[in-house]
């Protein structure tokens, strides 16, 4: 492979409309752009480090070195699903890997297997559905005007400030912005990849929307580079007019990423979102401003990133920060940051005792590994190995089952996966399967007409079964989202545990468990708790179960970027050894009664037998909305010198009941409404502050 991508990936806008690729400025000596064959490929890094260098710097010794480490283990990239919108496509079976003509069952004698070699294999590329669109650099002013045009189609719907008042008898204050972005997309069905071909943008300022995914088709960041602009692709606080007017809110401005581009705004990159959004593998080249003035903001993940300018907290509750140069440092945040694996001006640990919020601080962890990303290269054949699934909604019969070494499962654009009406999971990683890679899947929960011992959304090996994984060649979960409800008119859908994970040596990187708190509306429909939201039902006692939102049985499992909300039972719980966890985020279910509290429910639960355990960053909130809980502790685990935590907190966020104490029993809890908003903290888990 190539240390830099060739010029001749650039292309006209007219590409845009037409689907053609024109060369930009094709050489006499070249061949016509038919001939060219340009394909998207898959790129499975290979990061077992204990430093914190970054792969995205620039240096060409250490891009040289990288491209060579991804031209080794290419080959072993098993499957690309790439799924947006209504589609699920992945690239066709090598015939030289396979020749078993039939697939495993499971469980067994549920279907005809041998009918599933009748499948048609697809060209590679694949050809890729309406919901994933490609762009290339525009040359002029006219195509820049239309490719701003074209992508601020994909952003959310705006209201102007004439329009909102115009349905009112009253006059638009004077501090209004003359316009807001709104959630009317927060539970729509389309997905949506943006990909940009290697080169240089100017002057492009667009909002990125619910579902969607901007990623850059260069080897490194800076081959996709975003200049001469204000913003470039952003997010602001959505629902000013009604939302704390004028601030609006990022509390619920979910599901929308960025990866593998440089950009230059003028005025910062502004990213005002929370949980599932995730930016990665950047290269932000002014100040990051992670808020929208005092919009309120529920914490997100900024991973394998370099920022030159500050990176800016804002009101974020809690951030967690992996693998990022930080040129200038960090100021802001609320309640809790955590910094691992970071370089440059990184703040100091911090326990929040005193003021600002905690500061978690693992400068050199024992494990990195990066999520795999694609590429855009010319005359570049691979071979691949996956079946095709093509269904208009990707509500799986059996479930996708991974069963060979180094497999990777790559989900473009927020691609979803329903559960198996029959409580079998969406995704199941057989035992003792090395280095499998899964990553940007969303998963979600059906109504379920039968029902297994324990359902879930994706399970990784056997319950039973030992198997301690491959420490030289551990697995990947990384931008994982589950959620139980939200999506769905039924509210009967249901799963007993999102994620379950029996093996061990699996690294989890950016996880959001999600039992819904609130769903669509029915046409129709009024809002239940109309001064919480008049945009969608709050959810209340009896809809969208699920226990909890994770069971770790593996050995030496890690977890960095852990979000965790609303689940009916223990939210978390660890029973395997050597267990790691960097940044813990946690809400209570709001809908419970006392016998949630009376039944020792708790936001983080290691087992009796676990003799090592090491967490920093843990955050866990209540807001019991409907009855008055008071809950003992909010952490429970074995007293034992093996299990050691940092910066441990709660936080009492509105309506009744409390948590009385952090972590067995010890440190303080809210006493009154007062505490309202207030972190209660302990520096470590003995709690002898």
Request: glycine residues 8%.
């Amino acid at each position: 492979m190539e240390d830099d991508l060739d010029s001749s990936d650039d292309v006209q806008l007219s590409s845009l409309i037409d689907g053609k690729r024109a060369p930009r400025q094709p050489d006499k000596d070249t061949a016509d752009d038919n001939d060219v064959d340009r394909r998207i490929i898959i790129q499975r890094p290979l990061e077992l480090e204990t430093s914190s260098s970054l792969d995205v710097k620039l240096q060409r010794r250490r891009r040289r070195r990288f491209n060579r480490f991804v031209k080794l283990f290419v080959s072993l990239a098993a499957v690309l699903l790439i799924i947006a919108s209504l589609y699920w496509r992945v690239l066709p079976v090598s015939r030289e890997q396979d020749t078993s003509g039939t697939m495993d069952c499971y469980p067994p004698g549920t279907m005809d297997c041998s009918k599933k070699d009748a499948m048609e294999d697809e060209p590679n590329p694949p050809t890729l559905p309406d919901s994933i669109k490609i762009f290339y650099p525009p040359q002029t002013q006219q195509e820049i005007e239309a490719l701003n045009a074209e992508l601020r189609k994909f952003s959310d719907p705006i209201i102007t400030k004439e329009e909102f008042f115009s349905k009112t008898t009253l006059p638009p204050p004077p501090n209004y912005p003359d316009f807001t972005y709104t959630s009317d997309l927060h539970f729509t069905p389309k997905r949506t990849a943006l990909l940009f071909a290697p080169g240089v943008y100017e002057g492009l300022d667009f909002e990125v929307s619910y579902y969607t995914s901007v990623l850059g088709l260069g080897a490194v960041p800076s081959d996709v580079s975003f200049t001469n602009c204000d913003k470039g692709p952003h997010v602001d606080a959505i629902n000013k007019y009604t939302t704390r007017p004028p601030n609006g809110s990022g509390l619920d401005t979910f599901w929308r990423s960025v990866e593998n581009i440089a950009t230059n705004p003028r005025d910062g990159m502004r990213w005002a979102a929370s949980q599932a959004g995730p930016l990665r593998r950047i290269h932000v080249q002014s100040d990051l401003l992670l808020f929208d003035g005092d919009a309120w903001a529920s914490g997100g993940v900024l991973a394998n990133a370099i920022v030159d300018g500050k990176v800016n907290f804002g009101g974020q509750q809690q951030y967690l920060l992996r693998n990022v140069e930080l040129k200038q440092g960090a100021i802001n945040g609320a309640w809790s940051l955590v910094f691992v694996g970071c370089t440059g001006e990184t703040p100091s640990e911090n326990n929040g005792l005193k003021a600002g919020p905690s500061i978690s601080v693992d400068s050199f962890p024992k494990l990195r590994i990066e999520k795999p990303f694609i590429t855009m290269r010319e005359n570049v054949t691979m071979m691949s190995w996956a079946r095709s699934l093509a269904e208009k909604k990707c509500e799986t019969l059996l479930g996708l089952e991974v069963k060979h070494p180094n497999q990777v499962i790559l989900g473009l654009g927020y691609a979803t996966l329903k559960a198996p009406l029959n409580g079998l999971p969406c995704i199941r990683v057989h035992p003792n399967i090395p280095g499998v890679r899964i990553a940007g899947i969303m998963l979600e929960a059906s109504v379920l007409t039968d029902h297994i011992p324990s359902s879930s959304l994706l399970q990784w090996g056997i319950q039973g079964m030992d198997d301690v994984g491959d420490k030289e060649n551990p697995g990947l979960l990384s931008d994982i989202f589950c959620r139980v409800g939200g999506a769905s008119y039924d509210r009967h859908v249901s799963t007993d545990v999102m994620i379950e994970l029996h093996s061990g040596n699996i690294y989890g990187d950016n996880l959001w468990l999600w039992r819904a708190d609130h769903v669509k509306l029915h046409p129709g429909e009024e809002a239940n708790f109309p001064h919480i939201s008049p945009y969608y039902r709050q959810t209340v006692m009896g809809e969208c179960q699920v226990r909890n939102g994770m069971k770790v049985y593996g050995e030496a499992v890690t977890m960095v970027g852990l979000f965790i909300e609303h689940t009916t039972e223990d939210q978390l719980i660890w029973e395997g050894d050597k267990g790691y966890v960097a940044f813990y985020q946690c809400e209570l279910p709001y809908d419970v009664d006392q016998s949630y509290a009376d039944k020792s429910f708790v936001g983080y639960r290691v087992g009796s037998d676990v003799e090592s355990h090491t967490a920093r960053g843990i955050g866990i909130y209540s807001n019991f909305r409907d009855f008055d809980v008071n809950v003992a502790t909010a952490i429970s685990h074995p007293e034992s010198a093996g299990i050691v935590m940092n910066n441990l907190f709660t936080v009492y966020l509105d309506n009744q009941g409390k948590i009385n104490s952090i972590v067995n029993g010890k440190g303080p809890g809210a006493v009154s409404e007062s505490d309202r908003g207030r972190p209660f903290r302990c520096s470590d888990n003995t709690c002898s502050d």
